[in-house]
């Protein structure tokens, strides 16, 4: 060994001989060699009330949604609407023409009018006849006068359900909205010529706020929920409340309201259908859209653990 290395070593045993405790500090260890006691924390663990919730896949379904259809023939001479416009009850959609409908109604105004004449000349000769009853008017004169108008009063009748037919018709020229919404883009041209309540709508319009959301319970989920209320592990909320997961992984700002609870059990699904209705002002839900629905069935008493006080085991679970 040479004197340099030699003289180096001696160096390194005379420091560690008169600084043990430095020697000790940068070995991160106390005098003595044993380790000093590791710090933990402590947490006071309580029982508390959570909610218990189960999340299902919903689908959105319009509250109303009506396929548009004309009640008259005719060809299509106007479309008043625009495509993807609010519409109210009663906003005409469609104008058809209307020239051979205005006739009809003409026409019918002038049967009426003649039924009318022939009914009132009746009731004179009728009222005549009963005046000279006996006196050079025979019973069965009065009586063949009383038939004569009585098929004149039928004729009014007849006449008038006749205008009112035609009042009808020509007023469907118009087809207007049944339902407040949205409409649809219109799936005929003008020109196009419709047939009274044909297979093919005109358009379709969709009532978009409210909206409502479907989805599929297990019923046999739902039988052990009900026991665990009547175990008293759980308390049922006054009412359902749902929120929602938006396709794009979002939370939608709006709680449901259960309006359909179900009340049958599908045959072949097990599960039992429930409707939610959410707010939809914003159009943000659109009807056929999938959906991911939490549901808060109640609540339940549980002792709540910080995750990283505990450690995930091989199989998953935590501990």
Not at 165 to 181: K, N, Q, Y
Not at 284 to 313: C, D, K, S, Y
């Amino acid at each position: 060994m040479s004197y340099s290395k030699l003289a180096a070593m001696v160096a390194t045993v005379a420091v560690f001989a008169t600084h043990p405790l430095g020697a000790f500090a940068q070995m991160g260890m106390p005098p003595g060699g044993a380790m000093g006691p590791t710090e933990v924390g402590v947490m006071v663990l309580e029982e508390t009330e959570v909610p218990f919730s189960v999340t299902l896949p919903g689908r959105a379904v319009a509250e109303a949604q009506t396929e548009i259809r004309p009640r008259v023939s005719g060809m299509i001479e106007d479309i008043v609407f625009r495509p993807g416009t609010f519409v109210q009850v009663g906003d005409v959609l469609f104008r058809l023409e209307a020239d051979s409908y205005e006739a009809a109604h003409a026409a019918a105004l002038a049967a009426l009018a003649s039924a009318e004449v022939t009914r009132d000349a009746a009731q004179a000769t009728v009222d005549r006849y009963e005046r000279l009853e006996g006196v050079g008017v025979t019973t069965s004169d009065l009586q063949a006068a009383q038939a004569t108008l009585a098929q004149a009063k039928a004729g009014v009748s007849s006449a008038e359900a006749a205008l009112q037919s035609a009042t009808l018709d020509l007023d469907r020229v118009e087809v207007t909205s049944p339902i407040a919404g949205f409409a649809d883009v219109s799936n005929v041209s003008v020109g196009a010529i419709v047939t009274a309540n044909q297979t093919d709508a005109l358009t379709t319009v969709t009532a978009l706020d409210p909206i409502y959301v479907d989805v599929a319970e297990s019923a046999a989920r739902i039988a052990r929920v009900r026991e665990r209320i009547d175990a008293g592990s759980m308390q049922p909320g006054e009412t359902l409340a749902a929120t929602l997961e938006l396709e794009s992984g979002t939370s939608y700002d709006g709680t449901g309201r259960l309006v359909s609870p179900g009340v049958t059990v599908s045959t072949t699904t097990g599960a039992v259908d429930m409707r939610f209705e959410f707010d939809n002002p914003d159009r943000m839900i659109l009807p056929g859209q999938f959906l991911r629905v939490n549901v808060e069935i109640g609540r339940q008493t549980a002792i709540l653990v910080p995750q990283r006080a505990t450690e995930r085991q091989a199989d998953g679970s935590l501990t």
